[in-house]
């Protein structure tokens, strides 16, 4: 990274009267930066302008105010963060760091002018709000709009997965979109999805499937109360006795266990663009693991390290598997572990270039294992 690219950086994260916003994320090819994100916004406390930094570590956000005299961009990103998009009012600059160090910069000019918000204690914007119509029905809040405050945790989760909807709409080009939530319980997600969705301008049918009879009519009623039925409909099947069908996007959030390799394998059967896969348990795996040698005995010595190596080690494969079959395939948190220990997910989007076999294979050799999905996709 040239000195001179990094004094521009600084210029314009340091231009307070005119910065929007500014994220910075993604790691470098051997690099740990200290966070997972940071969000960098300006703000007036009392009569001073400054610029607000929230830290995420993946577990809590850390807050923490700077003058533009006090910030020093290069020691941020020496660390090795990959992304930064940096918001002015007349412009947008996307920045990718190379595995070398060196800065990629788009800019996109902007004629449309609007103001900043500099509230110190800004609400979070939600894809949907609390009070539209579908949480209503739903029972997340109150027939005023108010959320109800035990459905707080429910709502986040819902909104922090829309998110990822909204992240991956390049993907899906579809003239008329399909979706399908495999497992979709309440369907809070399954409603959620296909009213984003319609705002965004698409054409989207929606079906929900899940194994209990009285999910099924429970969630018909929401839909006919919604005066949606047409372009929402509940099956009530068994993941693995769905027939496969030609989709746009697949959804399963808590799939229990290998209900999770029954969505990704029906999902990877009907080519789906977008496959948005949050596990639940991975009993399946961890029942027959052993140590692939003696160095490995101190971590089995002890059950809840051996169940979550198991864990991690479960949703690696899965993600292998989805590369060998033509997705790019990436594990990410997408909601904080404060409202759920289950938090991650797994996001893959079809390319049709299938990775090299040889990782997976050597993964599988050196755990002795012969994972629940390469038995559904063999």
Not at 72 to 90: M, P, S, V
Request: include cysteine.
């Amino acid at each position: 990274m040239t000195q001179k690219d990094l004094e521009s950086i600084q210029r314009w994260i340091s231009d307070i009267g005119s910065l929007k916003r500014v994220v910075i994320s993604g790691k470098r090819k051997a690099h740990h930066p200290k966070y997972e994100r940071i969000d960098i916004r300006p703000v007036q406390i009392k009569e001073q302008l400054v610029l607000q930094f929230v830290f995420h570590n993946g577990k809590q956000d850390i807050t923490k105010n700077f003058t533009p005299s006090q910030i020093n961009i290069k020691e941020i990103l020496q660390e090795g963060y990959a992304n930064l998009l940096i918001e002015r009012l007349h412009e947008t600059l996307t920045i990718r760091v190379t595995k070398q160090g060196a800065f990629q910069v788009h800019r996109k000019v902007s004629d449309e002018i609007s103001g900043l918000n500099l509230e110190h204690d800004r609400k979070k914007v939600r894809i949907l709000p609390a009070s539209d119509e579908v949480f209503q029905v739903l029972g997340l809040s109150s027939q005023s709009g108010e959320l109800i405050p035990r459905q707080s945790d429910k709502y986040r989760q819902v909104d922090d997965f829309l998110r990822i909807v909204e992240s991956s709409l390049d993907s899906l080009k579809d003239e008329e979109l399909s979706v399908v939530d495999l497992g979709c319980g309440n369907a809070y997600l399954t409603f959620a999805v296909h009213k984003y969705l319609t705002l965004k301008g698409k054409s989207v049918s929606v079906i929900g499937v899940d194994n209990k009879p009285e999910s099924r009519v429970r969630n018909a009623e929401i839909a006919q109360k919604l005066g949606i039925a047409r372009q929402v409909e509940f099956i009530a099947s068994n993941i693995s006795s769905y027939p496969v069908k030609k989709t746009s996007l697949v959804i399963a959030l808590h799939a229990c266990d290998t209900a999770t390799d029954d969505a990704i394998a029906w999902a990877i059967k009907s080519e789906a663009n977008v496959i948005l896969v949050s596990p639940c348990c991975h009993h399946d795996l961890n029942k027959g693991l052993k140590p692939a040698g003696a160095e490995w005995d101190s971590l089995f010595r002890h059950g809840i390290v051996r169940e979550r190596f198991a864990d991690l080690l479960t949703d690696s494969l899965r993600a292998e598997l989805l590369r060998i079959k033509g997705y790019k395939a990436e594990i990410i948190e997408f909601v904080s572990v404060d409202h759920t220990p289950r938090n991650l997910m797994i996001r893959a989007t079809r390319s049709g270039i299938p990775a090299d076999r040889s990782n997976y294979e050597e993964l599988c050799k050196q755990w002795s294992l012969n994972p629940y999905l390469a038995q559904l996709l063999s």
